[in-house]
């Protein structure tokens, strides 16, 4: 079943989740400090992007010994096979239960039975798998897809007709965000003139998108692209670090549409280096509590819990960039 959350309400969203968690005291979390601390063990991607770095602050704020929780915090420098050494120790030191923000989709199905077989329910965040939803008690995140879409039908809406020499700088391969969002964005711009000359993975890093997007620009020039798809923000201001540094104006030269609305992200919109921003929201640091709080004390929880995305132009981007929360 799906639970979608509207972005407006998250907050109050995630409150609920975790003021549920609360009501039913099986356990230590939801901050009464009279209990013992949920042992929790988080294995996070690595620290790739400025979303990421959100994303961690997120859930150590909510997994915090205040809100009844111990953290065992891993991140696996967006290394699967270091990823999933990760979840196995959390599972030999009998945590009460295991968060992942899966790095790439496939390949956990030997890991989460070993979780289930122990009694170690898992949560994931952000990334989803490929693995049977039996193996995981919940998932919490953004809908990608729809990212990719929103991206492209703005192209679409900008570019239409126009025969247009299109380059992406893709996420970390074999991720859920790269596959979906690449995905999404080619259902945007279908029947378009739009044409990716290339794409190739920048892992979703500033330094990655700009060492592919200088090897863009050494082999078609800042005349010979018309518009960059990047698949986060990083790696569209790594793009555009190379572009200026070929003597090309981002933005105008080269329009760039990118996905997450980071900080960095937005200024460079609002500097008008960026033409189109889809957001993704990284603050789910409560929702996933709330669900890990839920799922110990027995209560139903919905196995797929979307959160919903804005997207910015330039002008809107001017109007919210100061009251952003990341
Ligand atoms: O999984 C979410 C993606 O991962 C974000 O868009 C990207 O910035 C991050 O690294």
Redesign the pocket.
């Known amino acids: 079943m799906k639970n979608r959350i509207l972005a407006g309400a998250a907050l109050l969203g995630a409150l609920a989740l975790v003021a549920t968690g609360c009501a039913s005291s099986g356990n230590g979390a939801g901050g009464d400090g009279g209990d013992e601390l949920v042992t929790v063990g988080f294995a996070q991607?690595g620290s790739?992007?400025?979303?990421?770095s959100a994303n961690t602050e997120s859930m150590k704020e909510a997994f915090s010994e205040d809100n009844g929780f111990e953290l065992i915090f891993n991140a696996a420098d967006n290394d699967p096979a270091a990823q999933i050494a990760a979840v196995r120790d959390f599972i030999s030191r009998g945590v009460d239960a295991i968060v992942i923000?899966p790095i790439v989709e496939d390949g956990w199905d030997d890991v989460l039975q070993e979780a289930s077989d122990a009694g170690i329910p898992v949560v994931l965040e952000?990334?989803t798998v490929t693995s049977s939803d039996d193996l995981y008690a919940s998932w919490v995140g953004l809908d990608f897809k729809k990212e990719g879409v929103t991206a492209g039908e703005w192209a679409a809406e900008n570019f239409g007709d126009t025969p247009t020499k299109m380059v992406v700088l893709e996420?970390t391969t074999g991720?859920?965000?790269a596959n979906d969002r690449a995905e999404g964005f080619d259902e945007g711009i279908e029947g378009t003139a739009i044409e990716t000359i290339d794409s190739q993975t920048g892992d979703?890093t500033r330094d990655g998108g700009k060492t592919v997007m200088e090897g863009f620009l050494q082999k078609y020039g800042v005349d010979g692209i018309d518009l960059l798809y990047a698949?986060?923000?990083?790696m569209a201001l790594g793009a555009i670090e190379a572009i200026e540094a070929a003597g090309g104006v981002p933005g105008e030269d080269i329009k760039i549409v990118s996905?997450?609305a980071v900080h960095d992200g937005m200024q460079a919109l609002v500097d008008g280096k960026i033409n189109f921003i889809v957001e993704?929201n990284p603050l789910l640091g409560e929702l996933a509590a709330g669900l890990v709080t839920d799922v110990l004390d027995g209560n139903d929880v919905e196995k797929e819990n979307y959160l919903e995305d804005q997207s910015f132009t330039q002008e809107q981007a001017a109007e919210v960039i100061d009251s952003r929360a990341y």
Request: glycine letters at 10%; a negative charge.
């Open positions: 991607t790739e992007s400025g979303w990421r923000a952000d990334r996420g991720s859920a965000p979703f698949h986060n923000d990083d996905i997450d993704c």
